[in-house]
């Protein structure tokens, strides 16, 4: 019966999709930038192009929203009492975006978080300065080289890996074919600069270096006010046919020494599934409940690969993620933590503006603890894009825990059920 009733009133919140109606603005594009709205589906670094169309200084504002209704059930061994969760919305969320062409070849942008569940105060999430030609030094200069040469600067969110570029960014969800992102949610905003070389026929690389620092201080620890993350990434994409694009790409984050590793705990936005597999006595919220961090402290190499190929509306979109660390004060030797995850989806329609998929995302670590458990999670999602800029999306989903320590909350813990979301952005 309580099946019956979640899909009962998952149909009457999709129904809610008819009556949405929006404006279509086409505000002047800019050059080497991923759109926010459905044309940036399936766009990884935006290509190279050195043709522009800068005239003058020119700001473009723009935002996303995104709401969310919940139907979830979770339940674990019983030797922790869990919160129950109920069946409701959840709070809305909402980014501001600023991207100002400065100057030819020259750009900037800014996230702001507006409303996000760990916040309810607006806060600036990152931002990073792009440097596409060196005219600003003088016309022309260094022009070859710059014809297949990227600069990024800033305080933001590092390439390390694809599924970044997929994941849901607060209310930024239009590119997510899922509400859900992976469970080892690889994601983190460091002050730092990334340079990237495009060859042209599909061969690209990125060589990057942070100061590995999630909150920026000037304070000492050990001696010193942080360490330092290289950042590496090869990859080859190209549409070989109308029909065939193939990618492949290969990341790398690496710290020597980090005051703390946020590689897997720097998303302050917080999982899109509310309140979930948290503890009955606890007043405080887990606001990334359902996600995994295997906590490496100081020190951490983690490498991940992403096969990407679209057949017409069939896509499919691969994660192997391989990683080791430690906290230096307290492990003496490293530990391993795996992600794997397969996605299937495929898009049709007018402009492939409905789709259909599923995921399925899987993680076995060492914690600290010493004890290795797994965590399996399967996603089965749909959306429509009502226009280019409006998505309203489903998705059923079952995470289960497993061989975590007797009197653990996640003993025997699971969650499932059905989420639907609608998501503004433009």
Not at 258 to 265: D, E, F, I, R, T
Not at 299 to 325: C, D, H, R, W
């Amino acid at each position: 019966m309580k099946s019956i009733q979640k899909f009962a009133i998952l149909g009457i919140v999709l129904t809610m999709g008819y009556s949405i109606s929006a404006q279509t603005v086409n505000p002047r594009d800019f050059d080497n930038y991923r759109q926010p709205d459905q044309r940036g589906v399936n766009v990884f670094e935006p290509q190279k192009d050195t043709l522009t169309a800068f005239e003058n200084l020119h700001v473009r504002m723009g935002g996303s929203f995104a709401l969310q209704f919940q139907a979830l059930d979770n339940e674990n061994s019983g030797a922790v009492a869990l919160k129950e969760v109920g069946t409701n919305f959840n709070l809305a969320t909402a980014n501001l975006d600023l991207d100002v062409a400065l100057y030819d070849g020259v750009s900037m942008h800014l996230r702001t978080y507006l409303s996000s569940r760990h916040h309810n105060e607006p806060y600036v999430k990152g931002g990073y300065f792009q440097v596409d030609k060196l005219d600003f030094i003088s016309k022309g200069f260094m022009e070859d080289l710059m014809k297949h040469v990227t600069i990024k600067i800033g305080h933001m969110e590092n390439n390390y890996g694809d599924t970044h570029f997929r994941r849901s960014d607060n209310a930024q969800a239009i590119h997510n074919p899922f509400i859900g992102n992976l469970i080892m949610d690889s994601f983190t905003t460091e002050v730092g600069a990334e340079v990237y070389y495009n060859t042209g026929n599909g061969f690209f690389g990125m060589l990057g270096f942070t100061n590995g620092k999630l909150n920026q201080s000037v304070e000492e620890s050990n001696g010193t006010t942080g360490g330092a993350a290289l950042l590496a990434k090869l990859g080859y994409d190209k549409q070989l046919s109308d029909d065939l694009r193939v990618r492949l790409t290969g990341s790398l984050y690496n710290t020597g020494y980090a005051q703390n590793v946020y590689l897997y705990s720097a998303d302050r936005a917080g999982s899109r599934y509310y309140d979930i597999m948290q503890d009955a006595t606890s007043t405080s919220d887990n606001f990334r409940a359902g996600r995994f961090d295997p906590s490496y402290g100081n020190q951490i190499t983690a490498v991940m690969i992403n096969p990407f190929v679209k057949y017409g509306g069939l896509e499919v979109f691969g994660t192997v993620e391989l990683t080791s660390g430690r906290r230096l004060a307290t492990e003496t030797e490293r530990r391993n933590t795996e992600q794997y995850a397969g996605e299937v989806i495929y898009r049709f329609g007018d402009k492939e503006n409905i789709f259909v998929g599923g995921r399925y995302n899987t993680v076995s670590s060492e914690l600290a603890s010493g004890d290795d458990v797994t965590i399996n999670r399967f996603q089965l999602g749909a959306g429509w894009f009502l226009t280019r800029n409006i998505l309203m999306k489903a998705e059923y989903v079952n995470q289960q825990y497993n061989d975590y320590a007797a009197g653990d909350i996640l003993e025997d813990g699971q969650f499932d059920g059905v989420v639907v979301e609608a998501v503004i952005s433009f």
